[in-house]
């Protein structure tokens, strides 16, 4: 088997910590699909084309890729700047209750910088799924149509290879009625291959009505890419676990996801997908108990 060509381990240099205790929910929380815990305790994921993994060190984390000069990018998927840990003192946490339970519990969490095109696909894998379905799905895809990493790795397919897959290998992914959506997207921006650098430059709303506009796309999905995808933080998805959380910790039941999105919006304001994503985390771990957020 193929090998991965490892790099040296370099340190990691974040401006806000990402204590032990959130590791697991910052990468296997439903933000992103590739990352796993492996046997000796160390992270290890798929961006792109590259492998990385990341280890504890006793002056903080180290990382190693298996190609060089990796440094840039890890840096940015992990905003090692702070810009998200800064705008977490404009959160209405001090008269929100809910919201500042949802930060003690997980110190450090951040949403990751992903590619567009990654985030996409593996939202286009969500719809009625659990996480780890999701992940099986993603893992499938890459196994099936990506090009060989090494130690079984495989890079993110491209929409090229998704596009001219044979229904027979779709099948054997388990995509069930997503394969159409998945291959339907694929179709349309096989034909636009600089659409993630072209659609960056609309407005939050523009991107959310063009994202909709692709096969099996709906507000949730595109709320999502525009959060992960493109650094929209003011983008507030809204699923199961959302409702949930705005219902029983928020008092507001029976509003429907437009409204609970616009509520988000509104009451966390330019942030709110940061304050989503702890809500989410803390709600899908039983860990919000109801409580008064005013």
């Known amino acids: 088997m193929m090998r991965v060509p490892w790099t040296s381990w370099h340190p990691l240099a974040l401006k806000y910590a990402i204590p032990s205790e959130t590791w697991a929910e910052q990468l296997d929380g439903g933000q992103c699909f590739r990352w796993s ?33 990796q440094a840039t990018r890890l840096h940015d ?20 209750a809910v919201l500042a339970e949802a930060l003690r519990l997980y110190p450090g969490l951040r949403i990751l910088r992903q590619p567009a095109d990654e985030v996409l696909l593996g939202f286009l894998c969500s719809s009625n799924k659990r996480i780890l379905q999701i992940r099986q799905m993603v893992a499938h895809l890459a196994q099936h149509l990506g090009e060989p990493l090494g130690d079984g790795h495989h890079a993110w397919p491209t929409w090229s290879a998704l596009a001219e897959a044979p229904a027979s290998v779709l099948k054997q992914c388990a995509l069930g009625y997503r394969a159409a959506y998945i291959q339907g997207t694929a179709q349309v921006l096989v034909r636009q291959p600089q659409w993630a650098q072209e659609w960056s430059t609309l407005s939050t709303p523009a991107l959310l009505e063009r994202l909709q506009s692709l096969p099996g796309v709906g507000p949730k999905v595109a709320s999502c890419v525009a959060l992960f995808g493109f650094a929209r933080l003011e983008s507030f998805p809204v699923d199961t676990w959302v409702v949930q959380a705005m219902s029983e910790a928020y008092g507001l039941k029976g509003w429907k ?6 509520f988000g919006q509104v009451h966390f304001g330019p942030a709110a997908g940061l304050a989503q994503q702890y809500l989410f985390s803390a709600m899908r771990q039983g860990r919000l108990g109801q409580s008064s957020a005013t």
């Open 37 to 69: 815990l492996t046997s000796a305790g160390d992270w290890e994921g798929v961006v792109g084309n590259v492998v990385y993994q990341l280890r504890p060190a006793p002056t903080g984390l180290q990382w190693r890729a298996s190609q060089p000069d």
């Open 77 to 96: 998927y992990f905003d090692a700047v702070g810009a998200q840990g800064d705008l977490l003192a404009n959160l209405p946490w001090r008269s929100d």
């Open 257 to 262: 996801p437009a409204q609970l999105e616009k």
